[in-house]
């Protein structure tokens, strides 16, 4: 609706501009008659009016062109947006799995509780947990043949490892009033 006001707008101001230029050749062919200064200071005011009227439609008109240019340019984003959308629904949704298989892939695990293991690793094929048996005495230190079975044949570099100092915890202090 704006752009058809502003295409009548750019044409009625097309319209006054050749109003004045006939007026502009009335008051010159006048003006050849009698050599009037109100005459001439007419003339150039009705030029001066004409410059500014055809500067204000060259306005309206870049302004008209942006607008129909911001138009086409937001008629096509929604487009896409509306492609991308109509993509988006093609997607496999859970409703379309029929196979009772195929929706167990997609369920999160229960929270069950694990049995007691000591380290637990899941493939990137989701096959069940898989663990390593509990050491029967773990004791401070793991020696060779029990790390090397805590941790499937991985071999860390211990002189890599770091030892923390021993540090020992102050003792509670005991509190002395009672609480009701």
């Not at 006939?22 to 050599?35: T, V």
Request: glycine letters at 2%; hydrophobic letters at 35%.
């Amino acid at each position: 609706m704006a752009l058809m006001y502003r295409e009548g707008e750019i044409l009625t101001d097309a319209a006054l501009l050749k109003r004045q230029k006939l007026e502009i050749e009335e008051l010159r062919k006048k003006l050849q008659g009698s050599h009037s200064e109100v005459l001439e200071q007419l003339i150039l005011k009705q030029r001066n009016d004409m410059h500014k009227s055809e500067l204000e439609r060259d306005r309206l008109a870049m302004e008209l062109e942006e607008e129909r240019r911001l138009r086409e340019t937001l008629e096509h984003r929604l487009a896409e947006q509306k492609m991308s959308q109509n993509h988006n629904d093609t997607d496999i949704s859970v409703e379309q799995f029929a196979d009772s298989s195929q929706l167990d892939v997609l369920k999160t695990p229960d929270s069950k509780r694990t049995p007691d293991g000591f380290v637990a690793s899941r493939s990137r094929y989701l096959k069940d947990a898989e663990f390593s048996p509990i050491p029967e005495n773990l004791g401070s230190v793991a020696d060779e043949d029990l790390w090397m079975q805590l941790n499937k044949g991985c071999i860390t570099d211990l002189d890599m490892l770091e030892m923390t100092s021993d540090f020992k915890c102050p003792p509670f202090p005991e509190d002395t009033t009672a609480v009701f």
